[in-house]
């Protein structure tokens, strides 16, 4: 039966110590996390472009690739504004 409470309170420790090393997150609002959300989907969908710019051989998907490139760096900086 010590036993038992020995772990229980090992256990309690241990969360103690976890709950107080955990840096605190800030809270953020519904447009700021939907913010952040879009822009790292932006992001995401930019790095993807430079890695089919990287392997395109045609001169008119370049273009497009090239194209879509700067639209997504606008609206990157739009979000950032």
């Known amino acids: 039966m ?3 409470w020995e ?3 090992v256990e309690a420790q241990q969360e103690d110590a976890s709950r107080t090393s955990m ?3 800030p809270c953020l609002s519904r447009e700021e996390t939907d913010r952040l959300r879009q822009k790292e989907s932006l992001r995401l969908s930019l ?12 001169v008119r998907h370049r273009t497009m690739l090239e194209q879509a490139q700067a639209d997504l760096q606008r609206k990157i900086a739009e979000l950032d504004a």
Do not use: H, Y
């Open 2 to 4: 010590a036993r038992g």
């Open 7 to 9: 772990s229980k309170s």
């Open 23 to 25: 840096p605190e997150k």
């Open 47 to 58: 790095q993807r472009v430079a890695q089919e710019l990287e392997q395109s051989q045609n």
